[in-house]
């Protein structure tokens, strides 16, 4: 059988990172984390020095930086030459500059091409914010978790992290390159009022009416 894959998008804080992994537990699937990825990428201009509003600059870092993506446990990994950022990942530093290295065209080309290739490894539950509108545009399996803002920033306060979700959105949906949109044919949920069981269930029931 084919491998499938299914699509979660949504802004920052609407659940979908803890839906795709219980997901992806539950269906025995392998689950990718795409803002790992570009997270990775900011990181390394903190550790080169580079200004990751400069793309000339971070274009030249990824021909000298290797970024190699794997899988453990069932969950995708990246190391950065080598190194696994681990909880760095989630610094404030980093927030406040990968909303710029994501908008390179240059980046998300790498990216979603070693995005693209997790398909061979196996059926993939993928998050992001363009995993329905260019990584697998013709997935059947597409959803899109959001939650109003007010929700989003009490879960982020609630895990004890700094981050200006309203300012990363805007900058996410105006970019040039794959904004973040409802992609064409997704499923729209709305998480605010809802426990993350309510929205695997709901998740489970769009799949079983798609496959
Ligand atoms: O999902 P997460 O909040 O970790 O994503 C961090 C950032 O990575 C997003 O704010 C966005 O700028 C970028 N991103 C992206 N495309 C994806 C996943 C993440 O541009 N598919």
């Given at each position: 059988m084919e491998n499938i894959a299914i699509a979660i998008d949504g802004p920052a804080a609407s659940g979908k990172s803890t839906v795709a992994k219980t997901l992806a537990k539950r269906l025995g699937l392998i689950m990718v984390n795409t803002g790992a990825m570009y997270r990775a990428v900011a990181w390394a201009t903190i550790q080169k020095d580079v200004?990751?509003?400069d793309s000339e600059a971070v274009i030249k870092m990824l021909g000298e930086v290797e970024f190699s993506c794997g899988v453990s446990d069932n969950l995708s990994t990246i190391l950065v030459d080598g190194v696994d950022p681990g909880d760095a990942l989630r610094q404030d530093a980093v927030n406040q500059r990968v909303s710029k290295v994501a908008a390179i065209p240059e980046v998300r080309e790498l990216l979603v091409q070693r995005q693209r290739d997790y398909l061979q490894l196996g059926s993939v539950v993928m998050e992001g914010r363009d995993i329905g509108s260019v990584v697998f545009p013709d997935t059947p399996f597409k959803i899109y978790i959001d939650a109003s803002e007010e929700v989003r920033r009490q879960r982020r306060a609630a895990e004890g992290i700094v981050d200006e979700l309203g300012k990363r959105d805007e900058e996410d949906s105006k970019r040039k390159t794959a904004p973040l949109v409802v992609a064409e044919g997704a499923v729209k949920i709305?998480?605010?009022?809802?426990s993350i069981e309510q929205v695997i269930e709901r998740v489970l029931e769009i799949l079983k009416e798609r496959g």
């Open positions: 200004d990751p509003a709305d998480s605010s009022e809802l």
